[in-house]
Nanobody
């Protein structure tokens, strides 16, 4: 069982930055691929970014590529999402998720590949 707790959301002006954190429980954090998803009002949840358990692989949605950076600290059981050059369309509830697979180099971009989810943190970008 893995419990995930996100933090770092808030209100920021367009062009600003935020860093989200997701703290995980458990002793096998490095075995899990981690991902960030988001859900805007009236829209379905969508993939944002993912990182492999070994930190060797990352993957981003086209909409955030070049602006967001995912990273993880396996010693601290924490994954981060650094968000720069924020746009109003980035406004959403952001969720972190953990997915276990056969390879610690794998990254996943679909919800069904993730087994554990956090409660979400709100990010609001004003224009």
């Amino acid at each position: 069982q893995v419990q995930l707790v996100e933090s770092g959301g808030g209100l920021v002006q367009a062009g600003g930055s935020l860093r989200l954190s997701c703290a995980a429980s458990g002793r096998t954090f490095s075995s899990y691929a981690m991902g960030w998803f988001r859900q805007a009002p009236g829209k379905e949840r969508e993939f944002v970014a993912a990182i492999s358990g070994s930190r060797s692989s990352t993957y981003y949605a086209d909409s955030v590529k070049g602006r967001f950076t995912i990273s993880r600290d396996n010693a601290k059981n924490t994954v981060y999402l650094q968000m720069n050059s924020l746009k109003p369309e980035d406004t959403a509830v952001y969720y972190c998720a953990a997915g276990w697979g056969a390879y610690t180099t794998a990254v996943y971009s679909t919800e069904t590949q993730y087994h554990y989810w956090g409660q979400g943190t709100q990010v609001t970008v004003s224009s």
